[in-house]
């Protein structure tokens, strides 16, 4: 089934600190040319703001580039495993700090993981399809570095920080949604106190789940991959991003990677992407957006921006 919306505007928003593969270097047995060659990252960022501050910064990008009015929203989600505080949810507090008190918003987190933005989107869309919301403001924010123990060099070298958000209001234009969980108990990724992960078996997992998630939506949905303009993956290794080229015979300019500069940003870094990939193509794209993550979940959508 399709939902008919319209995607308004996205932001982004990156803290302005920069963590090096040298910086790693002299906190883990690790080195430059191992991370480059086995992930494809160079730098992550690491915020000294907050969760909400970062939602905050990137729903503000999104709000400024479309000059929008931010009284018009009723409904924010935010997606993120990395909230300081168990309640209230970052989309409370964002709805606070956007000045949107008096209205009448239906504001909530979801946790997703690194799918969240994915299954949030889905939901805002399906809410809006309702017509009862006239604008959704759907965000993915995370501050991995809070949850990342920087003396295991399997996942400190990944992970980084960053939000990215859109503004979505009910309209005309077709998206379609598919997201699926399967629920894991077997510890290969969890996050307790910090990330703790088996990164072959996750390896295993995202290379075998994205092709068939990209075909299933694409299949379910009569199109083709002539029809898509460009898929934009959640950014996790560039490895598996190659490997998924390779298997589908892809263009290399069809998949969108900033990998190399922002780390595995979690929920945040299929947001951020789009922002970015919009900021470069103004004029209207059918893009493809595919996650998976801990749960474990995975989604993709094909949406209009
Ligand atoms: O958002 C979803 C969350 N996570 C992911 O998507 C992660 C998916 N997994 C991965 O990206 C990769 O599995 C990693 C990047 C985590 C690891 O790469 P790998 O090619 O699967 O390496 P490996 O874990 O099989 O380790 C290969 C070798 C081992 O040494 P030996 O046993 O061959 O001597 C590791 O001990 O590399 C060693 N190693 C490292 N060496 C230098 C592991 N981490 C590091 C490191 N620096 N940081």
Redesign the pocket.
């Given at each position: 089934m399709s939902y008919k919306s319209k995607i308004v505007s996205t932001g982004k928003y990156l803290p302005e600190g920069v963590i090096t593969n040298f910086d790693l270097e002299k906190l883990?047995?690790?080195?430059d040319e191992?991370?480059v060659s086995?992930?494809g990252i160079n730098t992550r960022r690491k915020a000294l703001e907050s969760v909400l501050d970062m939602a905050y910064n990137a729903s503000m990008d999104a709000i400024k580039k479309a000059e929008y009015d931010k009284d018009k929203i009723d409904l924010i989600i935010v997606a993120t495993i990395t909230n300081e505080i168990k309640s209230p949810s970052i989309a409370n507090l964002l709805q606070a700090k956007l000045g949107l008190n008096d209205k009448q918003v239906m504001a909530f987190d979801v946790n997703a993981a690194?799918t969240g933005f994915v299954y949030a989107l889905e939901v805002a869309t399906s809410l809006l399809q309702s017509w009862k919301f006239k604008s959704a403001l759907v965000v993915g924010s995370e501050k991995m570095t809070n949850i990342v123990d920087f003396t295991d060099?399997?996942t400190c070298?990944?992970f980084g920080d960053g939000a990215g958000s859109m503004i979505v209001e009910p309209g005309d234009i077709d998206s379609v949604f598919y997201n699926d969980s399967k629920g894991d108990n077997t510890k290969i990724?969890e996050v307790d106190k910090y990330v703790k992960?088996n990164?072959?078996r996750?390896?295993q997992f995202?290379v075998d789940i994205i092709p068939k998630t990209i075909n299933k939506i694409l299949r379910d949905n009569n199109l083709t991959l002539d029809d898509i303009d460009v898929i934009i993956p959640?950014q996790?290794?560039k490895r598996?991003v190659e490997s998924i080229i390779k298997e589908m015979n892809l263009s290399d300019d069809k998949v969108i990677l900033n990998i190399d500069r922002y780390g595995?940003t979690?929920a945040a870094s299929i947001p951020i992407t789009i922002a970015e990939y919009k900021e470069e193509n103004k004029d209207l794209k059918t893009i493809l957006i595919v996650g998976?993550?801990g749960g474990f979940t995975w989604g993709a959508a094909i949406l209009k921006i």
């Amino acid at each position: 089934m399709s939902y008919k919306s319209k995607i308004v505007s996205t932001g982004k928003y990156l803290p302005e600190g920069v963590i090096t593969n040298f910086d790693l270097e002299k906190l883990v047995d690790t080195n430059d040319e191992w991370i480059v060659s086995r992930t494809g990252i160079n730098t992550r960022r690491k915020a000294l703001e907050s969760v909400l501050d970062m939602a905050y910064n990137a729903s503000m990008d999104a709000i400024k580039k479309a000059e929008y009015d931010k009284d018009k929203i009723d409904l924010i989600i935010v997606a993120t495993i990395t909230n300081e505080i168990k309640s209230p949810s970052i989309a409370n507090l964002l709805q606070a700090k956007l000045g949107l008190n008096d209205k009448q918003v239906m504001a909530f987190d979801v946790n997703a993981a690194c799918t969240g933005f994915v299954y949030a989107l889905e939901v805002a869309t399906s809410l809006l399809q309702s017509w009862k919301f006239k604008s959704a403001l759907v965000v993915g924010s995370e501050k991995m570095t809070n949850i990342v123990d920087f003396t295991d060099r399997n996942t400190c070298i990944l992970f980084g920080d960053g939000a990215g958000s859109m503004i979505v209001e009910p309209g005309d234009i077709d998206s379609v949604f598919y997201n699926d969980s399967k629920g894991d108990n077997t510890k290969i990724l969890e996050v307790d106190k910090y990330v703790k992960m088996n990164g072959p078996r996750v390896y295993q997992f995202a290379v075998d789940i994205i092709p068939k998630t990209i075909n299933k939506i694409l299949r379910d949905n009569n199109l083709t991959l002539d029809d898509i303009d460009v898929i934009i993956p959640h950014q996790a290794n560039k490895r598996i991003v190659e490997s998924i080229i390779k298997e589908m015979n892809l263009s290399d300019d069809k998949v969108i990677l900033n990998i190399d500069r922002y780390g595995n940003t979690s929920a945040a870094s299929i947001p951020i992407t789009i922002a970015e990939y919009k900021e470069e193509n103004k004029d209207l794209k059918t893009i493809l957006i595919v996650g998976f993550g801990g749960g474990f979940t995975w989604g993709a959508a094909i949406l209009k921006i």
